[in-house]
Nanobody, 122 residues
């Protein structure tokens, strides 16, 4: 079993930045891709970003490309999401997840965190 705990969410003005962290425990996640997803009010959960097991490859949703950056520190069993130039439409609960596979993917995630709220005021 893997437990994931997200942190770093909060309230920020449009144009601002936040850095989300997701710490994994229970087992090492360095052999698996990890990802970030978000659920906006009234919408389904949506893919945001993915990073390969080594950190060498990343994948982003078109809506965040160029503004968000995913990274990981396998020595800390942690994945990060740096969010810049935030917009009101980025408001959502953000979840991190561990994939079943080693390479970047939009699907097939097995373990999920509880989420952290990000609110962007316009």
């Amino acid at each position: 079993q893997v437990q994931l705990v997200e942190s770093g969410g909060g309230l920020v003005r449009a144009g601002g930045s936040l850095r989300l962290s997701c710490a994994a425990s229970g087992r090492t996640v360095s052999d698996y891709a990890m990802g970030w997803f978000r659920r906006a009010p009234g919408q389904e959960r949506a893919f945001v970003a993915s990073i390969s097991f080594s950190g060498a490859s990343t994948l982003y949703a078109d809506s965040v490309k160029g503004r968000f950056a995913i990274s990981r520190d396998n020595t800390r069993n942690t994945v990060y999401l740096q969010m810049n130039s935030l917009k009101a439409e980025d408001t959502a609960v953000y979840y991190c997840a561990v994939s079943l596979f080693r390479e970047v993917t939009r699907i097939d995630y097995k373990y999920w965190g509880q989420g952290t709220q990000v609110t962007v005021s316009s």
